[in-house]
Structure formats: structure tokens, C-alpha cells
């Protein structure tokens, strides 16, 4: 969730792959802030608090936990492999309901693999919004930059569309 509000271009990104979004509540309360250059110096990096009341009133992200003893059970067994209950949730939630889940962290990504998951990474993720929208190559170049320089994210070798991603910025 991070890296979509960095790049500027969250909620288009999330209507244009046209999934239907959900937040684990416990994913909500740990997006707790985002970086942005100062405005006062754009040198320097300072954190907001992240809102994401737009998304959630907008009718792009819903928010969801556990609605049964079953979700309940996988989240607390889940979350016993995590640092963060975010994590879990999404792990459980997504298993419970057949969802596929969206995550950078390589754990989750192992452990939703073998628990049969569908996983769609940040860059799979800005691929397929550039593929769907075409945007200008100055606002993807931009939205790639800032979601490393303001997420702090780059992507793993190990990822898909990984080449993809450096290719955008090569060719500026």
C-alpha cells in the first residue's frame, strides 16, 4: 500500500487494474505514514501521516477481518510467522476467501506460494497499469522513482517483472 500512495497515482492504478481492493483492518493501522519532500526544502524527505479515507470513501479499497472462527484461527496461526499482524491478516483472509494477495515482503511471498496463493508484486502491479492506461513516460518514470526514493522499494531480481522495471528507467 506503500508504494501505491508514493506513487502519486494510488487510486488510478487501483481503479484501472479493476480488482476489487481490500485493506485488512490490521494492514490500515500499520500504514501509518508516508514520506514526501519538504515543502519548505525539496531536498529533504519528510513523513505525513497516509489518509486512506479517499480510497476507502471512494469505493476503491474496502476494509475486512476476520468474519468467522476458521479466519480467526488461520490468522493467529499465521501470525506466528510474522512481525507484523498485517501480514497474517492478509495471509488468512486471502486463503479463507480464495483472494489473490498483493505483497513486496519475500516471507509472505514464500508462505503464500506454498499455501497455494496467487501473488501479484509492486511491479507486476505498475506493469499492468502501464499496459492497461499508457501513461506519459514521464509520469511512469516519475511514479517508479518515487516509490523508491519515498517507499524506500526496489525490486528483488527474484521478482517478476523486475527487468521491466529498470528497463522504464534506463530508457529516460
Excluded at 485488512?24 to 489518509?51: G, I, K, N
Excluded at 501473488?119 to 506519459?136: G, Q, R, Y
Excluded at 517508479?144 to 519515498?150: A, S, V
Aim: proline share 6%; with cysteine.
Amino acid at each position: 500500500m506503500i508504494d501505491l500512495l508514493a506513487s502519486g497515482h494510488a487510486e488510478a492504478i487501483m481503479r484501472a487494474l479493476g480488482y476489487a481492493w481490500h485493506i485488512p483492518v490490521e494492514v490500515q493501522s500499520e500504514v501509518q505514514y508516508v514520506r514526501q519532500p519538504d515543502s519548505d526544502d525539496p531536498a529533504r524527505l519528510v513523513r505525513v501521516a497516509a489518509d486512506l479515507t479517499p480510497l476507502i470513501g471512494g469505493g476503491v479499497l474496502t476494509l475486512c477481518k476476520p468474519e468467522n472462527q476458521q479466519e480467526a484461527d488461520t490468522f493467529v496461526q499465521y501470525a506466528a510467522e510474522f512481525r507484523s499482524d498485517g501480514e497474517a491478516m492478509c495471509l488468512a483472509l486471502a486463503e479463507s476467501r480464495g483472494w489473490m494477495i498483493a505483497t513486496d515482503d519475500r516471507k509472505a511471498i514464500r508462505i503464500s506460494k506454498q499455501a497455494g496463493l496467487v501473488v501479484i508484486s509492486c511491479p507486476e502491479i505498475l506493469k499492468t497499469w502501464v499496459d492497461l492506461t499508457h501513461p506519459t513516460k514521464q509520469t511512469l518514470v516519475k511514479a517508479l522513482k518515487d516509490i523508491e526514493l519515498l517507499a524506500q522499494f526496489r525490486p528483488n531480481p527474484s521478482m517478476p517483472a523486475y527487468q521491466w522495471w529498470l528497463d522504464q528507467l534506463r530508457t529516460i
